[in-house]
């Protein structure tokens, strides 16, 4: 069998020659993340009113299509009336 290559041996003397887990420089944590007071009551209450008004959207859509389906039955309706007188 073949003996390492050079780019292997060249590797291999890298790691040999990097500095040892004894020598790595530790640094000070960084401070926690906070938000400025406040910042969460504002998005509780916005969250809130958008959940209102997507409610009230669906009631109004809910509202709409009842109205359309009734509407379209009277039309229907009126239209078999039509026929039926000529």
């Given at each position: 069998m073949p003996g390492p290559s050079h780019k292997r041996k060249v590797r291999d003397e890298s790691v040999d020659s990097?500095?040892?887990a004894s020598k790595i420089k530790?640094?000070?944590s960084p401070p926690p993340i906070t938000r400025p007071g406040g910042q969460y009551e504002k998005h509780k209450k916005l969250s809130d009113q958008v959940a209102e008004l997507t409610l009230e959207f669906k009631s109004m859509k809910d509202d709409y299509d009842t109205l359309r389906r009734g509407l379209g039955v009277k039309i229907e309706h009126l239209e078999n009336k039509v026929e039926k007188h000529n």
């Open positions: 990097s500095p040892r530790r640094h000070i």
